[in-house]
């Protein structure tokens, strides 16, 4: 792997590991640009929920921390500083605002829940058992808006609501999504953590689809733990995916 976006931080309370040995790790393993993108901390209105995302007040440690590392391995290896962020209509511009002072590289989309707060509508849990449409056209609904801001490099697993809901609707809702990332140039994630831990995405269903339409697909580490950047096999797996379905795969650097 040469490149990746997608790494958390031990600052979101859920991923293992000193920043310093992702690098390391990173390093040891080929990668050339690593782009650290903690989740971004959930702020008022929303509440706050630990071990899910950064607290508000750690923000600046986790960008020095990063700034430091980049410093002190600029011989090596590129590191880039961004966040994984919810898009929320209501309170987008709220976000970007707390976010603007840290100057970061980028954001990703990841959209992790539905509506306005976080609280019901996780996809976690309904991702495998819902089976209202409702929530994939939401999801979707949401995932584009967030899209046609332009504030996202890419969108991380695209396929995260999952494949419980009718066939019709899966197929009519997941080509939209498709279709406009496509139109916005926005490439869209074949995720890693996901694969390593058989999650439902990425989800061959979703990225027949996503060959179809001919979405740019970016590979990304999503990386919760260093071993990942040694682990071959997963990459290996997501390559195999790639060939199968003739994705048009990301080989360059994006930023
Ligand atoms: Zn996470
Ligand atoms: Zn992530």
Redesign the pocket.
């Given at each position: 792997m040469l490149f990746n976006y997608h790494t958390?931080t031990k600052y979101?309370g859920?991923?293992k590991g000193e920043m310093r040995e992702y690098v390391e790790t990173a390093i040891e393993n080929g990668v050339k640009t690593l782009g650290f993108s903690d989740?971004s901390p959930f702020i008022p209105p929303l509440r706050r929920k630990l071990g899910v995302r950064m607290a508000a007040n750690d923000v600046e440690a986790y960008v020095a921390e990063v700034r430091s590392l980049a410093k002190e391995y600029s011989n090596e290896i590129r590191i880039l500083c961004g966040v994984e962020l919810e898009y929320f209509p209501s309170f987008h511009e709220e976000q970007k605002a707390f976010l603007k002072p840290l100057q970061l590289d980028y954001c990703i989309l990841g959209q992790h829940y539905v509506g306005e707060n976080n609280d019901e509508s996780n996809l976690f849990h309904v991702q495998n058992q819902s089976s209202d449409d409702r929530i994939l056209e939401q999801y979707v609904a949401q995932a584009i808006q967030g899209m046609q801001t332009g504030d996202f490099l890419y969108l991380a697993h695209p396929d995260m609501a999952g494949f419980a809901y009718s066939d019709a609707c899966i197929e009519r809702e997941y080509r939209r999504l498709c279709t406009e990332a496509k139109r916005l140039h926005i490439p869209l994630e074949l995720n890693l953590w996901g694969l390593r831990g058989n999650r439902c995405y990425p989800n061959p269903r979703f990225f027949r689809i996503a060959a179809e339409v001919g979405n740019d697909v970016i590979i990304g580490a999503d990386a919760?733990s260093p071993e990942i950047f040694a682990e071959r096999e997963t990459e290996a797996k997501a390559l195999e995916m790639v060939e199968k379905l003739g994705l048009r795969l990301i080989k360059t650097p994006i930023l």
């Open positions: 958390h979101c859920h991923a989740h919760h």
